[in-house]
Every structure is written in structure tokens, then in C-alpha cells.
């Protein structure tokens, strides 16, 4: 990007990347980079914001669309039900032109040749493919009272500290987005819980119950000198699906791949391949938590549309580390975030909320500061000069304002209790499964609910200060 080049082409960009260079990199693409941009990304808010046009490659063709990819799904539903019409009315005229040609076995001219070839043509064509969708899905185990507890945890890697005195209680149904820079201990987290590390402090603590999958970013449980075929076969789980019985290469067609691809080793594989073996590995057992290492990597849009539904339809909870933005908008119900020397911090919602609360917070501390400031930055002159104005008219509280600010300490409360109980339902992973109207009316609700607590104590405020007076 330093060179400012004529095109730039870019495979990828994000991945590996943290949230706060992904979202630099999509404003610098968006406003500053004066090149033509090539860009292939399964970053879904990266599309939608910097994209003004979207390439889809499917069955060897390529089809255009204008726009980001909100866009780009609108077209793309409007292609299909176009497809659906016109493959509706192709079953109409083959079923016209088979009750034809039943009741005409000879040509008896050339035009009855022609529809008779036309007829035998459209049948060679055959019904255009079917999309193969992939199927995911984790079983889930009994769970007990206690999944995980984190108690007092503190991580450290050769004398650094990574995490201090990390609290954390897991409840059941939650699905819990992990956001931090990279390198602040995400993935150390990780391996203290499933026991690969010893903490420098503190207590993983897991429940009786628990049934623990993992995957990591480098999916380290494969062989890469088996086959597809063999890195499902080699685990005893592999053959049995829901209790029943079921053939691996049945099992692997569920994660679309076919039987020429049984034999290829795993080392040969696309990034996106080798994802789907590990999810396929990870899968075939049940668990009550799930613990997912940067997912989304190498991941297309399909798949990453699977593996979200997979999580919501869940009974069980988990536990993701991801930098994919609209993935954890669309999946968690709070977000665990590591910030600066060693904290890590819970915030209930999905990742547009947080952002919200927190451009609100800095909003808030922003204020506060410059009216600090404001206050101490008057000069001796100033406050004199106010003190020997002439004293002002009696003002203090009319009646109306005496009534009123009887029952506004009442008010701040009720607001505040009940922006409490929204809060705690926008937590709630049922919320969640009711789909994102859902979501986005009890988010309405809480920044109403806000809104007028933040008005009420406005208020509150000034008549205490009339009242002064």
C-alpha cells in the first residue's frame, strides 16, 4: 500500500488480522487509497463498505453485480427466482411437448421435424444443478450446572503478562465472541482451558459434565499425509451420527465433498478444504462446549452462513475467537474483550452493540473532560468579574417544579431498572434464536430506555440547582 500502486490486488487481506486493522484497513481502502482495487475477501462488512462492484464466480461463470454485498444478495436472489421461472416454464413445455410427441411417433413434415428435435434438445439439457448446501451440525451433550469457570486466571508467556486475574463464569446457552488484538492472549486462553498450558494464576475450572470440542486457527488435528477419507476414518466417532449408524463417505458428503475427493491427501487441499475436514473431525462426536479458534479463516460465504446457523441452532455453548465482524453480529450474545495490561472485560450484546456503548462511553468521557477543563481554565478575572454582578432575582422551585422533583428520583429508577432488564434480555440466548427483528427491537428498547434515563437525570440536576437557589 506504501508504493501506491495503479491496481492493487489483494487475496484475503483479513486474514489473520485483528478487528482494530481490519476495520483501518477498510477505512484507508474506502477513503484514501487512490488505486483500482481487486479485492478478494469473504469479509462480509469489508464488501459492503468498500466494494462498488462484486464479481461471483459459480460453475465456471462469472456474474456481475453493482454494489457491496447487500447488494450483491438482493441480485443474487432475484438470479435465482429468475432461474426457478424459467426452469418452471422449461417442465411446462417439456410436459407439453412429451404429450406430443406420445401422440405423434412420425414426422410427417419438416416443421413437426424441427419441434421434435427442439423437444429432444431441451431434454439432453436435463434440470440445471442443484446448490449443495452444507450441513453442520454440533450434538449437543448434557451439560450441568457448571461448563467453566475462569477463577482469579492469569496467563503469562516467557515473564510477559498476558492476562491478570482474569473472573469468568460461563452459562448455558451462550455464545461468547473473544475480541483482542492479536498477540494479547486470546489463543493462550484457549490452550490454559483445554489443559495444553499451565496458568501463571488462578483456576480452569470445568464442569463434571463438560463435554469439550476444539478447533484451532492452524487445525492441527489433521494428518496431512492421510487422505480426506482416512482423517475421518481414523476416529472410532466417525461412523455414527445421532446414535445411527452412517457411512463416512455419506457423512462427508454432508461438508460437500465428493467421492473423487475421498483419495486427495489433506496437504493438498485449499485453505477452505482443509477447514471443512477439520470441521467435519471436530463434529463428529457430542459436546456442550465449543471452543472455535478463528473459524472464519479460508472460509466462503456459504460455509461461513452454515457454521453461524450450526452455532444458533446449538444447545450447548461457545466460545469464539474471531475477527469476523458480521459473524459476531449475527452470533454472539456478549462479547470478551482484552484490552490493555492485562484486562479482559465482558460486554453483553453482539458486536454492534458494543461498538455503540462504547462510542457512547467515549462520548460521555469526552464531555466530562472538556467541561473539567472548561471550569478550571477560568481565570481569576473571570470569576471575579462574576462574583461582582449584580445578584440575581430570587428564583428557587414553583410549586409544579416542587411536585415534579418529588417523583423524578422515582423515575431515574424505574428507567434505569428497566433498562437493566432489557440489557439482560439482549444477554439471553433465546433472544437471539427469535432472529435479528427480535434482536433489533429489544436494542430499540434499551436506547430508549436510556435515552430517557439520561433525560430524567438531565433534568433531575437542574432543579436540584434551581433549587439551590
Known sequence: LAQKPDLAILDEPTNHLDVATIEW??????????GALLLITHDRYIL???????????????????GGFATYLEAKAERAATAQRTEANRQNFL???????????????????????RAHGEIAKGPPPIDRALELQVHAARSGSTILELRDLSLAIEGRTLVKDLTFAVRKGERIGVLGPNGCGKTTMFKAITGQIAPAGGQVVLGKNTQLAYLDQFRSGLDDNATVY??????????????????IGKYLERFLFDAQSYAQKVSTLSGGERARVALAKLLQGSSNLVLLDEPTNDLDVATLGAVEE????FGGTAIVITHDRWFLDRVATALLVFEADGRVTRHEGNYSLYLELTAQAKAAK??????ASGTGSRSKGERGRNTEKKAPQKSGLSFAQRRELEGIVAQIEATEAEAEALTRKLADPATYAEGHAAIAEVTRQLDAARARAQTLTTRWEQLEALKGE
Open 25 to 34: 484497513l477498510e477505512r484507508y481502502l474506502d477513503e484514501q487509497f487512490p
Open 48 to 66: 459492503d463498505r468498500v466494494a462498488r462492484r462484486t464479481l461471483e464466480l459459480d460453475r465456471s461463470k462469472v456474474y456481475s453485480y453493482e
Open 95 to 117: 410436459r407439453r411437448e412429451l404429450e406430443w410427441l406420445r401422440r405423434q411417433p412420425k414426422a410427417r413434415s419438416t416443421k413437426q421435424k424441427a419441434r421434435i428435435d
Open 230 to 247: 482416512d482423517n475421518i476414518a481414523q476416529s472410532r466417532r466417525a461412523t455414527e451420527i445421532d446414535g445411527h449408524p452412517l457411512e
Open 310 to 313: 450450526m452455532l444458533m441452532e
Open 366 to 371: 469526552a464531555a466530562e473532560d472538556n467541561l
